[in-house]
C-alpha cells in the first residue's frame, strides 16, 4: 500500500460545478497535512494547510479525518482557472520523518 | 517574495557527463529537497539536508550526489549522467513548526534535463 494515495483523475467537471478530491495517508502519526496546486509545466505552489478543525479560504474547503486517515478537498463553484493537478502531502511527527507526497489528481474544468 | 532558484531551466548533457543543478533560497530555511517528477511517478526524493554539510539519502538516490556548503545553496550532481535520469528536477527548502515537524515547501521553478 503506498503511504499517500489520490485518484490521479483525470477529473472533468463543467465550470460552476462542485468536485471533491479525497487523500488517504498510512502513517496514523503524520503530524501536519497540505495541499498544493500544479500547473503544467510549473513547479508545486501551496494551496491551503490542512487543520485538524478544518479550514476554508473562500471556494476551497480542506478537512482532516485523522480516524479515517484522510484529508479532503472540496471546490465550490469550479472556475476554468482551477483547471490543474491538485496534490496532497503529508508530513510526519519529527524533522527526521518523511515528506510524503501523492501522485496528485487532475483535474479539468470545461466551458 | 520568497524565492527558490533553479540554475537552468532546461539543460541538455549527453550519456556520462558531469552534470551540476544549483539551488538557491532566500528564506534562511534549514531544510532543503530535491526531487525529480516523472509521469505517473509523482515527485520521488532524492536527497534532502537539514543544515550546512549534513544530508540524507531520499528514496531514489542511486546516481546522485549532493553538496550544501552554505545553508542558502544546495547543489545535486549527477556524476555520470544516463539517460534515464532525463526529468524534471524540482528543489524545494522549508522550515520546521514549532512541533518539529515541516512546514510549507516552496518549490523552485524546476530544470527539465534531457540525457542523451
Known amino acids: 500500500r503506498k503511504e499517500v494515495e489520490q485518484d490521479p483523475g483525470p477529473f472533468n467537471v463543467p465550470e460552476g460545478a462542485t468536485v471533491a478530491f479525497n487523500c488517504t495517508y498510512s502513517?496514523?502519526?503524520?503530524?501536519?497535512f497540505f495541499w498544493y496546486r500544479q500547473d503544467c509545466r510549473k513547479e508545486p505552489k501551496l494551496l491551503m494547510s490542512?487543520?485538524?478543525s478544518g479550514n476554508e479560504d473562500g471556494r476551497f474547503t480542506a478537512q482532516l479525518n485523522r480516524a479515517s486517515q484522510y484529508i479532503s478537498l472540496l471546490i465550490r463553484d469550479s472556475k476554468l482557472s482551477d483547471s490543474a493537478t491538485y496534490l496532497c502531502?503529508?508530513?510526519?511527527?519529527?524533522?527526521?520523518?518523511?515528506?510524503?507526497f501523492g501522485s496528485g489528481t487532475r483535474l479539468s474544468i470545461r466551458p | 517574495d520568497v524565492k527558490v532558484t533553479q540554475s537552468s531551466r532546461y539543460l541538455v548533457k549527453r550519456t556520462g557527463e558531469k552534470v551540476f543543478l544549483e539551488c538557491v533560497q532566500d528564506?534562511?530555511?534549514?531544510?532543503m529537497f530535491w526531487y525529480r517528477q516523472d509521469p505517473g511517478l509523482g515527485l520521488r526524493l532524492i536527497y534532502f539536508?537539514?543544515?550546512?554539510?549534513?544530508?540524507e539519502k531520499g528514496d531514489i538516490p542511486e546516481g546522485y550526489s549532493v553538496s550544501r556548503e552554505k545553508k542558502e545553496r544546495f547543489s545535486l550532481i549527477l556524476e555520470s549522467a544516463s539517460t534515464n535520469q532525463t526529468s524534471m528536477y524540482l528543489c524545494?527548502?522549508?522550515?520546521?513548526?514549532?512541533?518539529?515537524?515541516?512546514?510549507?515547501?516552496?518549490f523552485g521553478p524546476g530544470t527539465r534535463l534531457t540525457v542523451l
Open positions: 502531502v503529508v508530513n510526519g511527527a519529527s524533522s527526521a520523518s518523511k515528506i510524503i
Open positions: 502513517n496514523s502519526a503524520s503530524q501536519s
Open positions: 524545494a527548502s522549508t522550515s520546521l513548526l514549532a512541533g518539529k515537524s515541516y512546514n510549507e515547501q516552496f
Open positions: 528564506m534562511d530555511h534549514e531544510n
Open positions: 490542512v487543520y485538524s
Open positions: 539536508s537539514y543544515d550546512v554539510k549534513m544530508k
